[in-house]
């Protein structure tokens, strides 16, 4: 027999949140302030590489910054482009940062990157390869998936497009992963809203120039992400948070720079952005354009976690 703290107990962990990270999974509210939308490692050559040397280039730059208050790094690498979900869970280890990984497949680049079996089989087969690494693990680990990562050119939607995005759909109603779609601007972003609205992260919507296009999705319940957090496009990026917040869609907007990327192939991996940028200049910059320190805490806190769980 259970006695009432048992009982309740019980109740708790039943419907406590958690997020599948590199390390396995975590309670929603000890993510703290996070990064959406960075690289590890992005191999487009399908070069082989020194796992060793990739973690010795990237670890001090996930110590920077976890130095700077942050704990969870959301990396978008997909499979077949470097994913490296081994690679991954080392650093995680030694920054202490939590890192989350994905499944799904990167359709932009004139779809060169979709692996030959996705053009013959139907959206629920590819759909099912999503389900079982969300519930079993990815490549051989018991390391799962937090989100699904997808990417099309900026469209019309080409037919195997439309197809991931079905299998993406697929793998949201089995296990409630969101769908991270990198589109960028144009007609397909407009048209994968329309598929997807509510599961629908927007990656790259900084591309897209009109602030009516990003009200407009945020009103349509998508998730409005401005990942490409730089010295150039700053300006920008306070600009569209802004328009967000005075239209009401402050809990819509996700942040992140898009930096990172080891490039196997490249000599030491290339050259590697680190990630301190936001916390060193851009939110400070945020914060003088008039956006409050508990708007800025909804951003950087609040917004993934909901984005990750809800
Ligand atoms: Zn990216």
Redesign the pocket.
């Known amino acids: 027999m259970f006695n009432r703290r048992q009982f309740f107990l019980s109740l708790l962990a039943a419907t406590a949140k958690t997020v599948q990270t590199v390390r396995g999974p975590v309670p929603v509210e000890k993510l703290g302030v996070t990064l959406m ?1 960075e ?1 590890v490692l992005v191999n487009f050559t399908g070069a082989t590489y020194d796992r060793d040397e990739a973690f010795r280039v990237a670890l001090p730059k996930l110590e920077d910054l976890y130095d700077r208050g942050c704990r969870t790094l959301v990396e ?1 690498t997909p499979d077949y482009i470097g994913r490296d979900a081994r690679l991954l869970r080392r650093l995680s280890t030694a920054s202490r940062l939590h890192i989350l990984t994905n499944t799904g497949y990167y359709a932009a680049a004139n779809d060169k990157y979709v692996p030959e079996h996705a053009w013959k089989e139907s959206a629920q087969q590819i759909a099912n390869r999503w389900i079982t690494e969300s519930r079993i693990g990815i490549d051989g680990t018991d390391i799962r998936p937090a989100f699904v990562k997808l990417g099309v050119d900026a469209g019309p939607l080409s037919e195997i497009d439309t197809k991931l995005i079905e299998a993406g759909l697929l793998t949201y109603r089995a296990t409630g992963l969101k769908l991270h779609v ?1 589109t960028g601007n144009g007609i397909a972003a407009k048209q994968i809203l329309g598929l997807i609205d509510k599961a629908y992260v927007w990656v790259h919507a900084q591309n897209e120039k009109d602030h009516r296009a990003h009200i407009e999705a945020a009103r349509a319940g998508a998730w409005i992400e401005l ?1 490409g957090v730089n010295e150039r496009s700053a300006e920008a990026h306070i600009a569209v948070i802004r328009a967000l917040i005075a239209a009401g869609y402050l809990n819509r907007v996700l942040i992140s720079q ?1 930096s990172g990327w080891y490039r196997p192939g490249e000599p030491g991996g290339g050259r590697f952005n680190g990630y301190t940028f936001l916390f060193d200049s851009f939110l400070p910059a945020l914060k003088r354009s008039g956006v409050s320190d508990a708007h800025i805490r909804t951003i950087m806190v609040d917004n993934p976690a909901r984005v990750l769980t809800s």
């Open positions: 939308h690289h978008c990198h990942d898009d």
